[in-house]
Antibody, heavy 119, light 107 residues
Framework: QVELVQSGAEVRVPGASVKVSCKTSGFTFTSSGITWVRQAPGQGLDWMGWISGFNGNTNYAQKFQGRVTMTRDTSTTTAYMELRSLRPDDTAVYFC????????????WGQGTLVTVSS | DMQMTQSPTTLSASVGDRVTITCRASESVGTWLAWYQQKPGKAPNLLIYRASTLENGVPSRFSGSGSGTEFTLTISSLQPDDFAIYYCQQYNTYPCIFGQGTKLEIK
């Protein structure tokens, strides 16, 4: 079955960077894509962008452009999301998700990684 | 950016009720719309994609309809497990934004 297992919770000070990993299994990684979505405490879902498992092409939401980098390692079927210049309002649970077979919806999700930004 | 607006924000209902949640897009998204259910402390779960296609394993009491700018998610007979937050998402254009969510609570 499809599984996405994310790295553990992180605490960072403002201005630092964080890199979250998403180890996948149960599907053909290079035929799919991985989307990153975040959710601030008590808030809704915020689409950050996605990366193609096939060629590594990315599309980022404009609000994260210049601060986010999504990468993948096809040998380990793992996706990564790095967010830089962290601010307290970046405190959120970050989810990775497998792109749907028929479009850019999110078919399967990781368990989420809490990133806390605080001085 | 496009906007996705759900209504109502909160919906109080009882087990066995039929409920409908509406999602409106600020511009046409065709039928490129998905619905998710999220429970506290958990990742969202895909219910419907392409506006009306039920994801495998999702109970048939869930259904979706609509096209263009107006969509609905209907639960035909609420079960205790259905009390959660529901989100719509358009995936016609980037960014694939979500609605703000509808909390379905027990009356």
């Amino acid at each position: 079955q499809v599984e996405l297992v994310q790295s553990g919770a992180e605490v960072r000070v403002p201005g630092a960077s964080v890199k979250v990993s998403c180890k996948t299994s149960g599907f053909t990684f290079t035929s799919s894509g991985i989307t990153w979505v975040r959710q601030a405490p008590g808030q809704g879902l915020d689409w950050m962008g996605w990366i193609s498992g096939f060629n590594g092409n990315t599309n980022y939401a404009q609000k994260f452009q210049g601060r986010v980098t999504m990468t993948r390692d096809t040998s380990t079927t793992t996706a990564y999301m790095e967010l830089r210049s962290l601010r307290p309002d970046d405190t959120a649970v970050y989810f990775c998700a497998r792109r749907g077979d028929y479009g850019d919806y999110q078919a399967d999700w990781g368990q989420g990684t809490l990133v806390t930004v605080s001085s | 950016d496009m906007q996705m607006t759900q209504s109502p924000t909160t919906l109080s209902a009882s087990v066995g009720d039929r409920v409908t949640i509406t999602c409106r897009a600020s511009e046409s998204v065709g039928t490129w719309l998905a619905w998710y259910q999220q429970k506290p402390g958990k990742a969202p779960n895909l219910l419907i994609y392409r506006a009306s296609t039920l994801e495998n394993g999702v109970p048939s009491r869930f259904s979706g309809s609509g096209s263009g700018t107006e969509f609905t998610l209907t639960i035909s007979s609420l079960q205790p497990d259905d009390f959660a937050i529901y989100y719509c998402q358009q995936y016609n254009t980037y960014p694939c934004i979500f609605g703000q969510g509808t909390k379905l609570e027990i009356k």
